[in-house]
């Protein structure tokens, strides 16, 4: 368990604003944020930069992969349009990586806001430095991967991401249409502590149904070697395998190229998370079954839009994005997914799937990435 620094002013704010929102359950028109925040989460006085000093917003990596590169503009075009200043700071893939750039950022006083994408949801060490920024005026959310929501909540304000375990039910749904006679599966992921890896395979443990067992779970910790020692390995352990699942981005052309290496398109199904440049290139040319999307542009847009109303007290905003604030689960911005299919001929459907959830053959998606000016998301 992390125990929170507090000053004995800290505290006694703490406690105040507890109280307060507490009296009533209705909350207030005044436009302060006492009832508006989850238990526990606490902001110190408001960093203020320097005078003449532009304040600076920054997202944070778990690691480094094209996945970012979606976010990265969808963080600058939120940037221009609110005419802010914006960073993304990559992280190497490990939680002490991770302490060690937070530490770096609270000696930057003209950081206001910081957004990160969790390596290990249960890092003592990261939960800690969220917590310092916290308490020296510098407001948090998290985007992509979240804390343990049930034990380190109030370390953030809200996660602006993906509702990582319907995401995962929908790959397995796919995967249970693609394959109704079921057989054994192999998932492949970077981090298997960070939450939205566990959420997803969680999920499509549950989209897959009875007819499927998980022969494995195999972490790689950010090594894109060992990602593709990872396929070989299950293929040779698991000689009955038929599918064969990517959780992170950079896992699906891992996969892809052991697949060929090995010549075993014809007997495994590739279902994947995201869509990397290569991977699209893979599903072109037949080697990808069905992708599941997520809007890592959604989530660099949005991510600096919340930050900036947290930093300027922007309640209409913060309204706007959260409008269930202060319910379960109303800290929760789920920026949504798409099914991507290779085209037309797939046995997948729209009607498979559920809410949020948008279903494209790979032409449509191609567009919209076009549209956004991404080369993958």
């Not at 105040?16 to 009533?24: D, I, K, N, P």
């Not at 530490?103 to 249960?122: P, W």
Request: proline content about 5%; aromatic content about 8%.
């Amino acid at each position: 368990m992390v125990h929170r620094r507090w000053s004995p002013f800290a505290l006694l704010l703490a406690l105040l604003v507890t109280l307060a929102s507490g009296c009533s359950s209705q909350g207030t028109d005044s436009g302060g944020q006492a009832d508006q925040q989850p238990a526990g989460y606490y902001v110190a006085t408001p960093r203020k930069p320097p005078e003449g000093v532009e304040p600076r917003y920054q997202l944070m990596t778990n690691g480094n992969s094209p996945f970012w590169d979606a976010v990265r503009v969808g963080m600058v075009d939120a940037g221009k349009e609110l005419g802010i200043r914006v960073d993304l700071v990559v992280n190497d893939g490990t939680p002490g990586g991770q302490v060690e750039r937070l530490r770096q950022i609270r000696t930057l006083n003209d950081v206001v806001g910081v957004g990160i994408s969790v390596t290990q949801a249960r890092a003592a060490g990261v939960i800690d430095e969220m917590h310092a920024l916290q308490e020296a005026g510098v407001h948090v959310v998290t985007i992509d991967s979240d804390v343990d929501r049930k034990l380190f909540r109030d370390a953030r304000f809200a996660f602006v991401g993906t509702d990582n375990f319907k995401a995962g039910e929908a790959l397995g749904i796919a995967i249970r249409h693609l394959k109704p006679e079921g057989g054994k599966y192999v998932t492949f992921v970077g981090i298997a502590a960070a939450q939205n890896a566990r959420e997803r395979i969680a999920g499509v443990a549950k989209g897959v149904g009875p007819k499927f067992e998980a022969a494995d779970h195999m972490a790689d910790d950010t090594d894109r070697t060992r990602a593709r020692d990872n396929v070989r390995n299950a293929i040779r352990n698991h000689p009955d395998v038929n599918v064969l699942v990517g959780i992170w981005s950079y896992n699906a052309p891992a996969i892809v190229d052991v697949v060929k290496e090995e010549g075993i398109r014809d007997r495994v199904l590739v279902a994947v998370f995201d869509a990397e440049p290569l991977t699209i290139q893979a599903m072109e040319e037949g080697y990808v079954d069905v992708m599941v999307v997520q809007n890592p542009y959604k989530m660099g847009y949005l991510g600096i839009k919340l930050l900036k109303a947290l930093y300027e007290n922007d309640q209409a905003t913060i309204r706007e994005l959260f409008p269930n604030y202060g319910q379960p689960d109303g800290d929760i911005l789920d920026t949504g997914i798409k099914v991507v299919v290779p085209d037309e001929s797939s046995p997948l459907r729209p009607e498979m799937f559920g809410e949020n959830v948008e279903f494209m053959t790979l032409k449509q998606f191609k567009a919209w990435l076009d549209e956004h000016g991404l080369t993958g998301s």
